[in-house]
């Protein structure tokens, strides 16, 4: 029903900077938040940041350092990277949580994952 695309991971040099954008397309009445998680080899998958609205919120590990923003026109969400360091390399997963349908309840769908390595 709602598939989102993630690009603009690779590998980047410690306080290097990416950008990572994710585009929602299939059937979608609303969406109600995005966001990124990722998951490191070992480490259960984590928040990093979420956008809703004007609202956003950052995992405190990246506060300062990453910004989140979202076109809505377009229902894309971008994760601006900078300062990387090594600990941020992981498997980066956009977020959304969609309503299909009027009446419907709001579910989450995820992306494939976009790799992000962070390494001298």
Do not use: H
């Amino acid at each position: 029903q709602v598939q989102l695309v993630e690009s603009g991971g690779g590998m980047v040099q410690p306080g290097g900077s990416l950008r990572l954008s994710c585009a929602a397309s299939g059937s979608i009445f609303v969406i109600n938040a995005m966001g990124w998680y990722r998951q490191a080899p070992g480490i259960p998958r984590e928040l990093v940041a979420t956008t809703s609205g004007p609202i956003t919120n950052y995992a405190d590990s990246v506060k300062g350092r990453f910004t989140i923003s979202r076109d809505n026109a377009e229902n894309t969400v971008y994760l601006q990277m900078n300062s990387l360091k090594p600990e941020d390399t992981a498997v980066y997963y956009c977020y959304a949580k969609v309503r299909l349908r009027l009446g419907s309840v709001a579910r989450d769908y995820w992306g494939q994952g976009t790799q992000v390595t962070v390494s001298s």
